[in-house]
């Protein structure tokens, strides 16, 4: 297959990043578009068509229509996160295709074994889209993290950064709609504490809440439920441990993600800018991403700038991890390589995001499965 088609379900914010993406691909295009609004999915469609250099996306009337399209290769699932687990099945049911599906990969605990058993024997590759690890300071950072720590004890994960923004619908606001900020935002990064450290949880441990954002908006006389800040300790099969701090109301910070970890050699540290369009234009060039090695003998930390390709910061909020995640699917749907992220991580990472949010709420220790 020379040509990928796309179909992407949901129209919104992180499906214009997708699109965008998609078009930078030489053996990708957007064939079909779905969205309930249809205005938005007009646009999405437009965007596809990359202002005249190639065809407009077809706009489909529901879901039905996207999925009896024609020149449909792969689904792009971008719809808020508690439609994933039924969109999931009705793709399964219908058009059997190869899927990128965007994180969490499902809300309701119940349906963790309902998609296990959904995908035994699916005959098409199923990628689940936490793309952060391809970010390239975190990528650096992996590469290079056994190397300069002798390997890994401690690895700790802190995300300082803007609030939840606004969405279409407000469905964000809303621990039932995402399955809790810590399945939400998190599962990026507990992904990540179980690529990094290459072992499975045992046990959460987590302390979080929401101490201002959004408790000023009502919808429907409802306030918001959603948390802005925690702890999340994970201890892992293999002795070691990681930690994430969250904090949301912290928008003013130079880098939005820094990630450390530290064994018997030392230290290294990756620091990861937030989306470019964000950072003030009064304060100069946004913060390039860096990577710090910090031995501990001799000492002297070296420190890396990681600069991202100006093209693919173009393209989205992520540091061009979503190209380097397409780029990979792509090739995997047209028979070139094996899913990286695939419905095990997606579905750990959700297991992993549940039980903090159960641990922040009793106060108890969490058991991971
Ligand atoms: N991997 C990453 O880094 C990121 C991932 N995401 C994920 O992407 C997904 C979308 O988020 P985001 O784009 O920010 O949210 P938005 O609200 O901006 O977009 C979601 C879109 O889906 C549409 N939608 C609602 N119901 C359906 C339906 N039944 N079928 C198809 N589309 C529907 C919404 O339309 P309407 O409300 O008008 O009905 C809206 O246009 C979420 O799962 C989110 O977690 C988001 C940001 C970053
Ligand atoms: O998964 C995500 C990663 O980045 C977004 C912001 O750019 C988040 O809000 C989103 O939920």
Same mark, same amino acid.
């Given at each position: 297959? &020379? %040509?990928?088609?796309?179909?992407?379900?949901?129209?919104? %914010?992180? !499906?214009? #990043?997708?699109?965008?993406?998609?078009?930078? @691909? =030489?053996?990708? *295009?957007?064939?079909?578009?779905f969205d309930p609004v249809l205005e938005m999915a007009q646009n999405c469609a437009v965007l596809a068509g990359k202002g005249g250099a190639g065809p407009e996306a077809v706009v489909a009337g529901s879901l039905d229509d996207l999925l009896a399209h024609p020149e449909l290769d792969a689904?792009?699932?971008?719809? =808020?996160?508690?439609? /994933? $687990? $039924?969109?999931? /099945?009705?793709?399964? $049911?219908? *058009?059997?295709?190869?899927?990128?599906c965007e994180k969490p990969l499902y809300t309701d605990p119940e349906d963790a074994a309902k998609l296990d058993a959904l995908f035994e024997g699916y005959p098409h590759p199923v990628w689940v889209a936490m793309e952060y690890r391809y970010m390239p300071p975190v990528a650096a950072l992996i590469e290079q993290a056994e190397q300069a720590t002798g390997g890994i004890s401690m690895l700790t994960v802190r995300e300082h950064r803007f609030p939840f923004l606004p969405k279409i619908g407000d469905w964000n606001r809303f621990n039932e709609n995402t399955g809790g900020t810590l399945v939400e935002k998190c599962c /990026?990064?507990? &992904?990540?504490?179980? @690529?990094?450290?290459? !072992? #499975? =949880?045992v046990r959460v441990m987590a302390s979080a809440g929401q101490a201002m954002n959004h408790l000023e908006e009502t919808y429907d006389g409802r306030t918001p439920d959603i948390w802005d800040n925690g702890y999340v300790i994970v201890d892992f099969e293999n002795g070691t441990r990681a930690m994430l701090e969250l904090c949301m109301f912290a928008e003013g910070s130079r880098y939005q993600e820094e990630i450390s970890a530290v064994g018997p050699k030392g230290k290294i540290e990756c620091l990861v800018p937030g989306p470019g369009r964000f950072w003030p234009a009064?304060?100069?060039?946004?913060p390039v991403p860096q990577v710090i090695i910090s031995p501990r003998a001799p000492q002297g930390p070296i420190t890396m700038d990681i600069p991202v390709d100006p093209a693919l910061l173009d393209a989205g909020?992520?540091?061009g991890s979503t190209f380097y995640q397409h780029q990979r699917f792509n !090739?995997?749907?047209?028979?070139?390589? #094996?899913? #990286?992220?695939?419905?095990?991580d997606g579905a750990k990472a959700v297991a992993i995001g549940? $039980?903090?949010q159960e641990s922040a709420r009793t106060g108890q220790a969490v058991t991971v499965q």
């Open positions: 297959m &020379d %040509m990928v088609n796309y179909g992407i379900i949901g129209c919104g %914010m992180m !499906a214009r #990043e997708h699109i965008q993406n998609i078009n930078l @691909l =030489p053996h990708g *295009r957007v064939s079909v578009v689904i792009v699932i971008v719809s =808020p996160n508690y439609l /994933h $687990a $039924a969109q999931l /099945h009705e793709i399964v $049911a219908k *058009r059997p295709l190869p899927i990128l /990026h990064f507990f &992904d990540l504490m179980r @690529l990094i450290l290459k !072992a #499975e =949880p009064q304060l100069g060039p946004a909020d992520h540091n !090739a995997v749907v047209r028979g070139q390589g #094996e899913v #990286e992220v695939t419905l095990a549940l $039980a903090a």
